[in-house]
C-alpha cells in the first residue's frame, strides 16, 4: 500500500515567494496532520483535520501560514509570502480518527528560504 | 495537558551490546504511547505503540518497551544494537480527550560504535 505521499521533496526559493506544499494521505485515513520540524523548536504540530474539517490550527504560526483539504485524498499547505525563518522540513502524516491510531508519516519536504 | 520528556539527547553504544532509550510523560489518564524512529532526510516510521493490556508490547527491528504507570515511563529497549539501527528515536503520547493529536518529546539520538 503507498504510504503519504508529499511533494515537492525539496524546495528552494527566494523570501517573499508563495510555496505550496503537498500532501497525499494514506487512503482511508481520516484524520491529516502538518507538522514542522527544525533543530531549535524540534517536531510541531501546525493544523490537523478530521474528515477535511480542520480540528486545531492553534499551532499556525501566523496569517502567512494557510492549509486546506478539498478532499479526502489531498491536503495543502502554504506560506505566503514566505520568509528565512520559515525554513524547515514539512511533513504531513494521517490516521485513523479512532483513539490509540498511530500516525503514518511522509518522507517530508525540506524547505529553504532564502 | 500531555508532556513527554526524553532526557537524552545523545547516546553512543557499541554494536552488539544492550540499548534503552528513556521517555518520561505526563499525562492524568491511560495514555497511549508511541516510539517512532527517524533516519536522515526521511519520516517518522512507527516502532511500537502501547494503548491497553500487555505492559510489554513488542514491536519491529526487534525493539520493545514496557509501560509503567508507577513510573510514568515508557522506555525503549533492543537487547543488541546494530549499527543500522543508528537514527533519531521520538516518544509520543496521546490521550482520549485529545482526540488523535500527539504529542511528541525533543528525541534522542543514537550514534553506534563499531
Known amino acids: 500500500d503507498a504510504g503519504v505521499i508529499q511533494s515537492p521533496r525539496h524546495e528552494v526559493t527566494e523570501m517573499g515567494q508563495e510555496v505550496t506544499l503537498r500532501c497525499k494521505p494514506i487512503?482511508?485515513?481520516?484524520?491529516l496532520f502538518w507538522y514542522r520540524q527544525t533543530m531549535m523548536r524540534g517536531l510541531e504540530l501546525l493544523i490537523y483535520?478530521?474528515?477535511?474539517?480542520?480540528?486545531?490550527d492553534s499551532g499556525m504560526p501566523e496569517d502567512r501560514f494557510s492549509a486546506k483539504m478539498p478532499n479526502a485524498s489531498f491536503s495543502t499547505l502554504k506560506i505566503q509570502p514566505s520568509e528565512p525563518r520559515d525554513s524547515a522540513v514539512y511533513f504531513c502524516?494521517?490516521?485513523?480518527?479512532?483513539?490509540?491510531?498511530?500516525?503514518?508519516f511522509g518522507d517530508g519536504t525540506r524547505l529553504s528560504i532564502l | 495537558a500531555q508532556s513527554v520528556t526524553q532526557p537524552d539527547i545523545h547516546i553512543t553504544v557499541s554494536e552488539g551490546a544492550s540499548l534503552e532509550l528513556r521517555c518520561n510523560y505526563s499525562y492524568g489518564a491511560t495514555p497511549y504511547l508511541f516510539w517512532y524512529v527517524q533516519s536522515p532526510g526521511q519520516g517518522l516510521q512507527l516502532l511500537l505503540k502501547y494503548f491497553s493490556g500487555d505492559t510489554l508490547v513488542q514491536g519491529i527491528k526487534g525493539f520493545e518497551a514496557e509501560f509503567k504507570r508507577s513510573q510514568s515511563s515508557f522506555n525503549l529497549r533492543k537487547p543488541s544494537v546494530h549499527w543500522s539501527d543508528a537514527a533519531e528515536y521520538f516518544c509520543?503520547?496521546?490521550?482520549?480527550?485529545?482526540?488523535?493529536?500527539?504529542?511528541f518529546g525533543a528525541g534522542t539520538i543514537l550514534r553506534v560504535k563499531s
Open positions: 502524516a494521517s490516521s485513523w480518527d479512532s483513539r490509540g491510531q498511530p500516525q503514518h
Open positions: 509520543a503520547v496521546g490521550g482520549i480527550e485529545y482526540g488523535n493529536k500527539l504529542v
Open positions: 487512503s482511508g485515513h481520516n484524520s
Open positions: 483535520f478530521n474528515n477535511n474539517v480542520p480540528i486545531d
